[in-house]
């Protein structure tokens, strides 16, 4: 059973999160601080942490930083739906990003691809990505800088409210290989220096 | 000379531009060498009186202090008492230099002029009840002020004995009346002695203001949260449907995030996007399915686009009312050269084949909504898996 440890400072949530996710996996411990949260999840080595973006002391990017050396893979899990919170949490080293009204299910799903390694994107998500690398920029790194027409369909299929299964079916392409296309995505989002990706999360402040 | 070469140096003097009167000068010397700026500016204004030496010093530092790179770099700590007495005989000890090389307008403006300018400085020193206003509720009254009330006290005598000198020189030479001299020189010292009382009375009215501005901001938040929030949570306490609970939590999360981060009512039409999601806000609303809008760019609204966003109404109306779909996705991409709008369910399905006649109807006003303005419409249906309706719009 997949370790999880939960990371909120809304007793409210927590308590709901665990009732739902109880049964499906083994939830290791909690906590609404982020001190604390470091040194609990260090002693209880989780196999996913699933963290809220907003939190006192450094919010749920700070926690994920201090952890970077560590194996854990954190899944982040926020009321905000606002771009810029998105981003700097992905590129803080979040495997991926969904909101707070996911339906139980998906949220469950979702935590599965996180501890296997893969890259979760909401609809959401892949919409934001389409959007921040959207435009042909001259690219200082084309490799880190701008994804491939394939990583763009994969992505559009999914801003389509498509499951990974279906996009491999409408691409005729393996799970498998959509899965390292959004992988591959996300290390994009995370290493690339494109100016666009920090100018355009300013920019839609505000929208 | 060589001293202050040295000292400058170590100290890496820069001009303080957020404390400054006028060019910062005294602000950046005084932060450096830890006194406050006002007994600078005293320095400065007594330098001033030797035929506008401290004048010509001043625009001096001003053309070759930097501004200072970082103004939030940390203030450096004060000096003790005994270098401060030392930093007042250097200045002394320049002043008696003067004299004695003869550079010296005359003992009685020096003195007067002097005893002024750092009479009026120890007064208008608000160093100690700066510090002290953070630390007021900590003490007990009476110890409050005291040391504050001492430099009154000196600075008073020095302004009187100043403006005595003055007066009496002034006398001496122009022959003014006594009385009439008597009279401007103690409106002005009451003047100079509740000029930095008047100038924290105001400073306390602007933090009123600021405080009941903050209040208003409260109240209106509360008035908001009241007329919107706290009704609804109190609807979804009697409903007992839940999708109705879902809608209702829905519709409220989305007014409210328009309300803290938009600025202003929302311009429903104005551009592409915010039409496109108040279209779903409504689908959602009436049909009690949650439609999740995605978009990639966007444009304004003209009667192209307009007329995409009332196709994507009804395939959203459609998808909501006959799929059974749990959820209604929209995405929508704006390009340079075409605009790409999809309306996807997971939901049943059905046979293209074999359209029930009111369905047909609804499709078949999508495509022709759009081939109007040049655009297409293409309606795909697999039986089991959803249906998929892709709007797309050619610039022309």
Known sequence: MIKLFLVDDHELFLAGVRSELGEHFEIVGSSGDVDDAVNAIRATQPGVVLIDVHMPGGGGIAVVRNLADTEVRFLALSVSDEPEDVIAMIRAGARGYVTKSIAPADLVEAIRQVNEGDAVFSPRLAGFVLDAFAGSVPASDPDLDQLTPREREVLRLIARGFAYKQVARRLEISVKTVESHVSAVLRKLQL??????????TDRRIV | MESATT????LEIHRDVKQRVL?????????????????VRAGFVSLGLVYGLGLVLYLGLWAILPEEPSPETAPVPGIDRRQRFGLLFVFAGALLVLRGIGFWPGDVVMVAGSAVAFGLAAMWDRSESNRRRDEARLLLPGDRGERSVGRLIVGGLLLLVGLGLFAGGIDAISGLGTVVLAALVTAAGVTLVLGPWLVGLARDLGRERTERIRQEERAELAAHLHDSVLQTLALMQRTDDPRRVVTLARAQERELRRWLYEKGPAVEGARLVAALRSAADRVETDFDVPVEVVAVGDRSLDDATRAMVGAAGEAMINAARHSGAESVSVYLEVGDEVVDLWVTDQGKGFDPGAIPRDRRGIAASIVARMSRHGGTAEVSSVPGEGTEVHLRLERG
């Open chain 2, 7 to 10: 000292t400058k140096a170590r």
């Open chain 2, 23 to 39: 060019g910062g000068v005294a602000a950046g010397l005084g932060r450096s060498l830890g006194i406050e700026p006002v007994y």
């Open chain 1, 192 to 201: 690339s220096s494109r100016h666009e990706l920090a100018r355009w999360a």
